[in-house]
């Protein structure tokens, strides 16, 4: 399932980051709630990536952490002047000067924004 290896990467990822805080704070502090970000269009279907998440974190320090999904509509971004729009106009068209040349401006993304540590002192 390609959701779980995502999970599992965004696991290893807080776990890293997370890793020296708890060393410096101590062995208390636990991720209490891990925040993505999730486009439209990187192929991730996030109700699966919650399903996943859930396998992810079992027997891991993250184990019980909240995942917090945040979906980024797609965006496309015109060649020609520039203009940013979604991508729900017939035939991707810039709605500004018509060309059809245009780049994706968004929702291809994939990132952990962040992850919220609590201490339990
Ligand atoms: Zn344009």
């Known amino acids: 399932m390609h959701e779980l290896s995502i ?3 965004i ?3 807080v776990e890293r980051a997370t890793e020296s805080a708890r060393k410096e704070g101590g062995a ?3 991720v209490k709630c891990v925040s993505v970000r999730v486009g439209e269009l990187s ?3 996030p109700e699966a990536l919650l399903f996943a998440w859930e396998a992810a974190v079992r027997d891991t320090p993250l184990e019980g952490a909240r995942l917090e999904i945040e979906r980024i509509r797609a965006k496309i971004r015109c060649r020609g ?3 940013e729009s979604g991508m729900d106009f017939p035939g991707a068209v810039c709605p500004a000067c ?3 040349e245009a780049e994706i401006a968004g929702g291809m ?3 952990v924004i962040s992850a919220q540590v609590e201490d339990e002192n």
């Open 7 to 9: 999970a599992t990467e």
């Open 11 to 13: 696991c290893r990822c």
């Open 28 to 30: 208390g502090s636990r």
């Open 43 to 45: 192929g991730v279907d």
């Open 81 to 83: 002047c520039g203009a």
């Open 98 to 100: 018509g060309s059809a």
């Open 109 to 111: 993304e994939m990132d």
